[in-house]
C-alpha cells in the first residue's frame, strides 16, 4: 500500500471511530453529531445567522444548514427568528430543551477529549495538526476551522 494510501484510510479510520464514539454517546439524547456541533456553536456563539452557522460548521457541508436547522427545529432544540433589524436575516437561538442538551453534549464531547489526550500522550500531536492543517487549511472544512480557531 502506497504511503499516501495509507495515511488516508488511517485518517478515515480515526474520523469514523471517534464519530461511531460521538454518536453512541449522543444517542441518548436523540441528536446526531451533526446536530450536536450546532448545538455547541450556538451555546458558545450564539445567536448566529443560517450563514454564520455554515460558515463554521466543520462536521458536514455549509453550504445549506437550513435542512439541518429545521430537523433541530423540529426537535425543539432551536428557534429560528427573524432578525428585527433586517427581516432577511434569519438568527437560530438554542431553546430552553436546546440549551439543556447542549450542555450534555459539552459534557460528552470533554470525556471523549480526555481519551484522545490519553492516547495522545507522548505523541509528537503538533507534528501531526501541522500536517493535517497543511492537507486541509485551503479546503472549505480546513477553512470552517479556521475561522472557529480565529474566535478562540
Known amino acids: ?12 479510520a480515526a ?9 453512541q454517546a449522543l444517542k441518548p439524547l436523540g441528536v446526531t453529531p451533526s446536530q450536536a456541533e450546532v448545538l455547541r456553536l450556538l451555546q ?8 454564520g452557522i455554515g460558515q463554521l460548521l466543520v462536521c458536514e457541508s455549509g453550504n445549506s ?5 429545521d430537523r433541530m427545529v423540529g426537535l425543539g432544540l432551536v428557534d429560528r427568528r427573524t432578525a428585527a433589524e433586517d427581516r432577511r ?3 437560530v437561538t438554542l431553546t430552553p430543551e436546546g440549551v439543556r442538551v447542549a450542555t450534555a453534549v459539552a459534557e460528552i464531547e470533554q470525556n471523549l477529549y480526555a481519551m484522545i489526550d490519553t492516547v495522545a500522550e507522548g505523541h509528537d500531536t503538533d507534528a501531526l495538526l501541522n500536517f493535517i492543517h497543511s492537507f486541509v487549511d485551503d479546503l472549505p472544512s480546513g477553512q470552517a476551522l479556521a475561522r472557529r480557531l480565529d474566535d478562540e
Not at 500500500?1 to 495509507?6: G, L, S
Not at 456563539?45 to 450563514?51: A, Q
Open 89 to 91: 436575516h434569519i438568527e
Open 1 to 12: 500500500m502506497r504511503r499516501a494510501e495509507h495515511l488516508r484510510f488511517a485518517i478515515l
Open 65 to 69: 444548514p437550513s435542512r439541518l436547522v
Open 44 to 51: 458558545q456563539r450564539g445567536p448566529l445567522s443560517l450563514n
Open 15 to 23: 474520523q469514523r471511530e471517534g464519530n461511531r464514539a460521538l454518536a
